[in-house]
């Protein structure tokens, strides 16, 4: 069993920044594909940026340019820098751990509000 808490979340004005932090206890994520998505009000979950096992990173096009994920096996935790907030960006985050042999994991989420 994978467990998965987000942290990093909060209220910061457009333009501001924000770090997003996943720890993952219960497994290593080193070789999994990890990645954030967000679920704004009344809208349906969407991917944000995703982290492959083998290295290589996608971002969803509203992000690109904005937002860099990135992991450390080491400690299992994945990150989302994001950069140029805007008001659209405002959603519940959530990280995902994704293994084709151990399963796929959510996390209870981190709320993200930016303000005009």
């Known amino acids: 069993q994978v467990r998965l808490v987000e942290s990093g979340g909060g209220l910061v004005q457009a333009g501001g920044s924000l770090r997003l932090t996943c720890a993952a206890s219960g497994g290593i994520i080193s070789g999994v594909n990890m990645g954030w998505y967000r679920q704004a009000p009344g809208k349906q979950r969407e991917e944000v940026a995703t982290s492959t096992g083998g290295g290589n990173t996608n971002y969803a096009n509203a992000v690109k340019g904005r937002f860099s994920i990135s992991r450390d096996n080491g400690k299992s935790k994945v990150f989302l820098q994001m950069n140029n907030l805007q008001p659209e960006d405002t959603a519940v985050y959530y990280c995902?751990?994704?293994?084709?042999?151990?399963?796929?994991?959510w996390g209870q989420g981190t709320q993200v509000t930016v303000s005009s």
């Open positions: 995902n751990f994704n293994s084709a042999f151990r399963g796929n994991y």
